[in-house]
């Protein structure tokens, strides 16, 4: 059984969409590598299809059929529990047999049918904060999935909307949803996006990514997100924001250094 609750630091890291299966094969792989040398969970994640994106010419994904034909043989070559977004009441039940963790997308966070629908299927639901949500209005999400008997609920932290193409984090939003009970995870690539920023597509501020994970994990969260891209410079989706895939494991080893001193402390 797939638990988030617990002293050990845990990761959801993977390739924005699902670009090819070269990719995602060779990410898997490295992400596997990294999970075994420095004793770290990751659940590997990627998305089938980006109904969100800026422009009706960017790319989505391969669809939910292939996306989760893919998705199956990386948990089966790799052993990696899985993660990827739904959008509707109708995809849940085609995905609850194969990804190992649901996550509703920050934009569909208050979609009560949704909600609902993902928590009844005993799965662990990754909820997406909004960007235009405040920390104590994620009470109302978690009680919408707590209706239906699941306890197995993940939130998570992924900036809020400061003007215009812009986001900002505020760390007091991470002990305020933790004191809720439920794991808290901070969204590193995402808390670093500018939406909407290059005109027909998000631009990003990667060279941050570092400064806000450290202080994350010095608040003591539970988890931390990633998109990681062999080639983040030629990736088909948020590539501004997203880690190189060869830089990971480095970063991993400094903030599990910060983990150990502060972990006694919450």
């Known amino acids: ?5 617990g002293e050990k630091l845990f990761v959801i890291a993977g390739p924005c969409v699902i670009e090819t299966e070269d990719i995602v094969f060779k990410t898997a792989k490295t992400l596997k590598e990294v999970s075994d040398e420095l004793n770290i969970p990751i659940v590997f994640k990627s998305s089938y299809d980006k109904a969100n994106r800026s422009s009706i010419n960017s790319y ?5 059929i ?15 529990p899985i993660l990827s977004d739904v959008h509707s009441v109708e995809e849940i039940n085609i995905v609850k047999d194969v990804l190992d963790v649901i996550q509703i997308p920050a934009f569909l966070c208050r979609q009560t049918d949704l909600l609902v629908e993902a928590g009844k299927t005993g799965k662990p639901v990754n909820v997406k904060k909004g960007q235009f949500l405040a920390p104590w209005d994620v009470k109302n ?3 919408k999935i707590q209706s239906t008997g699941n306890r197995d609920i993940l939130i998570t932290e992924r900036g809020t909307t400061f003007g215009y193409n812009n986001l900002v984090v505020d760390f ?13 995870i901070f969204d590193a690539t995402h808390s670093v996006q ?3 920023g290059a005109g027909t597509c998000s631009a990003g501020q990667r060279e941050f990514i570092p400064y806000l994970t450290r202080a994350a994990v010095a608040c003591g969260v539970d988890g931390l997100f990633f998109e ?8 088909l989706c948020d590539g501004p924001n997203m880690i190189k895939l060869s830089d990971f494991k480095l970063l991993l080893e400094n903030l599990l250094n910060i983990h150990a001193v502060v972990k006694g402390l919450f």
């Open 172 to 184: 007091r939003s991470l002990p305020i949803i933790r004191s809720m009970g439920v794991p808290v």
């Open 66 to 80: 292939k996306g989760l034909e893919i998705l199956k043989k990386v948990k089966e070559q790799f052993s990696l």
């Open 141 to 143: 999400i978690i009680e």
């Open 228 to 235: 990681v891209h062999p080639t983040p410079d030629s990736a």
């Open 1 to 5: 059984m797939l638990s988030f609750k």
């Open 194 to 196: 500018l939406p909407g």
């Open 60 to 64: 989505r994904g391969p669809g939910i």
